[in-house]
DNA sequence: TCTACAATCACATTATGATGTGATTTTACT
DNA sequence: AGTAAAATCACATCATAATGTGATTGTAGA
C-alpha cells in the first residue's frame, strides 16, 4: 500500500510541528508539503514532485482565509480532497467550507489518532466530521418542520403548477378549473404570503418557506 | 452514569436478536423496547415507564417506512435522537430521512462496536455518519461547479436580477441599460436554454441548471 | 480583413400576470 | 341552523412579460 501524500496549511507553527512530527511517526502518511498560507502553499506545490491528495487546511490564516482558498486550491488540484482543521465550529464556517467543496470538517481539539483516522476515511472515498460538527450539519437539514398549514391543499396544488413553470392557463387546464379561479387562488396565495410575484412564491417554496 | 435508553424498530428478526444480544451485554446501553414496525413501536411506548432516548431504526419495514415513520416518532417522542440503521445508502433515502429529522445514518454494513460508539456520540449530542454516507452528505452542498458557459456575464446579470424578483425595469435601472436591451437579452436567454417563461428560469436557477 | 458574437437600443403586438370587487356552492364544525 | 373556510367562477383594468423585426457598436479570433 502506497503512502498518503498529504499537504498542510496552518499557521500555527506549534500546530505545524505537532502535525508534522506526528506524522513523520506514521508510515501509512508522508507530508509533501507545510505551508502558513493557502498563496505560499500554491507557489510550493509547483515545484513538487509528488502531489497532495489530501489537505488539511485551517480557515484562520495569514493572508487569505482558508474557505476563499478552497476553490483556488481545487483550481490546481482538482482531484484533491480537503479537511478542514479548525477551531472555528460555527454553522456559517461550517457551511461555507462545505459548499466551496471541502470534504471533511474536523475540530482542532480532535485527537491526532482520529485525525490519522479521518485521513485515511477520506483517502478511501470517505468523509469524517467531529461529532458536534456532524450534528451542525445534519440541523441544517431538518430545522424547519414548517409543516405549513399556510396554504390549504388546493393552493398547494396551483403552487406546484408555477413552480412547475406553467402558465395560469395551464394550470387551469390541468386542474379542469377556469384561468379565474387559477387566478383567484393566486391572489389568496398572495396575501396569505404577503408577496406578490411569481418570483418571490417560487422563492419561497424552493427556500422551503410554505 | 446513567444507562442510554435504546429504541429499536426492525424487522429482521435475526439482526433484532444480534443487536439485543449485543446490548445486553453492554452496561451504558439499555435496549427498552424492540418492535418490528413503527406502529407497533408507537404503540408499544404507551406502556413503557422508560421511555427510548435514541432510536435505531430501519427503513424497509413491513408497514410504513422508517422514513415515512420519523415524524409519527419525533411527534410521540420529540426529545428522542434516531438514528438511520439500513441498507440503502442511495442519495435520496439519506436526504430524506435527513430532512425528515433523523440526526445519523448508519450501513448495515456498520460493525456493532461502531454502532455502540455511534449510539454514545449521540448521547452525548453529537451525530456520527458512516463515512460513505458522510461523503454522500457533503457532495450535496459543494455538487456540480455547473460552470455554465451557456450565458454570456451579461446575461448571467439579468438573470440575477430575474431571479431576484426585480422587474424588467428595475433591472434595467440596476445596469443602467434601457428596458429593451434587458428585453433583448431575456429572448436571446429564452433561446440559449429552449424555455418561454420567468417561472421555468427562475427554477433552472434554483436548481443549478444553468 | 472578414466574421461571429456580445451588448446595446427602438418600435410594435399579443399574451400573461397582478389586483379589485362580487358571487355561488360545498363541506365541516358549533 | 348558522358560520367559516375552501373552492369555484365572472368581469374589469392596468402593468408586465413574451416575441418579432431590425439596427448599431465594439471586440476577439479565423
Not at 513523520?24 to 507545510?34: G, L, M, T, Y
Not at 500554491?42 to 474557505?67: A, F, R, V
Not at 483550481?75 to 467550507?97: G, H, Q, R
Not at 466551496?100 to 485527537?111: D, F, I, R, V, W
Amino acid at each position: 500500500m502506497s503512502k498518503i501524500n498529504l499537504g498542510i496549511v496552518e499557521d500555527d507553527t506549534l500546530i505545524q510541528e505537532s502535525l508534522n512530527d506526528f506524522f513523520d511517526a506514521q508510515s501509512e502518511i508522508d507530508c509533501v508539503q507545510i505551508s502558513s498560507s493557502v498563496e505560499d502553499f500554491l507557489t510550493s506545490i509547483k515545484s513538487l514532485e509528488t502531489l497532495p491528495k489530501i489537505i488539511l487546511l485551517d480557515i484562520n490564516l495569514l493572508g487569505m482565509s482558508g474557505i476563499d482558498g478552497i476553490p483556488l486550491l481545487l483550481n490546481e488540484l482538482p482531484k484533491v480532497d480537503i479537511i478542514m482543521l479548525t477551531t472555528f465550529e460555527d454553522n456559517d464556517s461550517i457551511y461555507k467550507a462545505l459548499c466551496a467543496g471541502a470534504c471533511s470538517y474536523l475540530s482542532k481539539k480532535t485527537p491526532l489518532k482520529k485525525i490519522k483516522e479521518a485521513i485515511e476515511v477520506v483517502s478511501k472515498g470517505g468523509s469524517y466530521m467531529s461529532p458536534s460538527i456532524a450534528r451542525k450539519i445534519v440541523n441544517t437539514f431538518a430545522p424547519k418542520q414548517h409543516k405549513s398549514n399556510l396554504l390549504t391543499p388546493r393552493q398547494k396544488d396551483i403552487v406546484a403548477g408555477i413552480v412547475d413553470g406553467k402558465s395560469y392557463k395551464m394550470i387551469a387546464n390541468d386542474l379542469f378549473v377556469s384561468i379565474d379561479t387559477v387566478r383567484t387562488h393566486i391572489k389568496n396565495i398572495y396575501k396569505t404570503l404577503e408577496i406578490n410575484s411569481k418570483a418571490e412564491l417560487i422563492r419561497k417554496s424552493y427556500d422551503n418557506e410554505l
